[in-house]
């Protein structure tokens, strides 16, 4: 027999509510086709999906919470999660998988890659098929404080054999194609940028204005990290908290 506490029931009260809202708002995401680097097709855009209000305000602060315990307990048993690159980066990071995201009220990791699908059309990008959401996340604090921030980059592209008997098969390998991620609170400052770079040898230009979205708590974006150049401004007050992973792809064999 499986109890539930009285914090349980009120958690579970609340998560049917919500859902129930979050059918009703009938949700869809806003499109940005911004320039990026060409991909084998030569095509030199892509889109941005914006969802607003993807999770809702105690959601975030209930899943903010049970991912702050998680990286508290980290910290005690590795000490400095602190991801420190010179000139680059330099944030808490803490590595989950999909099982630290279950509260034991809710299952996060299916909650999300759920609503994603339900919320917009299916992420399409050339040369890929059969979109799978990463069982890899990663949990970021940015502080205040000039150092704390992400430069101008590309994500990197992961590669693996597929798990599927299929794709052992067929010789298949997947690679992590587009970048997910959800703000949990709102902040000033700390902004996500993306401009288009130019690049001939050494010399780098980019066209500006670059896009640039706030962080605002709820809000999940998903985007080719691999072909969009893109940054995190350092926050002006308080800290900034996200919860991201990537949308893995099968490589469309020709």
């Not at 059969?130 to 890899?136: C, F, H, K």
């Not at 072909?227 to 308080?238: A, E, F, I, T, Y």
């Amino acid at each position: 027999m499986i109890k539930i506490n009285e914090h349980g029931r009120q958690m579970q009260a609340s998560f049917d509510k919500t859902m129930q809202s979050f059918d009703e708002r009938e949700l869809r995401a806003k499109e940005h086709v911004l320039p990026a680097r060409r991909n084998a097709d030569g095509e030199d855009t892509s889109i941005l999906f914006e969802i607003p209000e993807f999770l809702q305000p105690e959601e975030c602060a209930d899943l903010l919470q049970h991912l702050e315990e998680y990286q508290k307990k980290q910290e005690e048993a590795k000490g400095s999660i602190v991801q420190h690159e010179p000139g680059h980066v330099q944030r808490k990071r803490v590595a989950l998988d999909d099982d630290d995201l279950n509260t034991g009220e809710i299952n996060w990791a299916k909650e999300i890659d759920a609503r994603i699908r339900k919320t917009m059309r299916q992420p399409e990008v050339s040369g890929y098929f059969d979109p799978q959401l990463s069982p890899s996340w990663y949990f970021f604090e940015y502080e205040h404080g000039p150092q704390q921030k992400l430069e101008w980059h590309y994500d990197e592209t992961l590669t693996e054999r597929g798990t599927r008997k299929s794709d052992y098969h067929h010789g298949a390998w997947r690679e992590s194609v587009m970048t997910v991620g959800i703000y949990l609170n709102t902040v000033d400052g700390g902004e996500f940028e993306t401009m288009y770079k130019r690049q001939r040898g050494e010399e780098v230009t980019g066209v500006k204005p670059p896009f640039t979205m706030k962080k605002v708590a709820g809000t999940l974006i998903l985007f080719e990290g691999t072909r969009l150049w893109h940054k995190v401004n350092p926050v002006n007050s308080g800290k900034s908290f996200g919860l991201f992973t990537v949308f893995d792809f099968q490589v469309r064999r020709t």
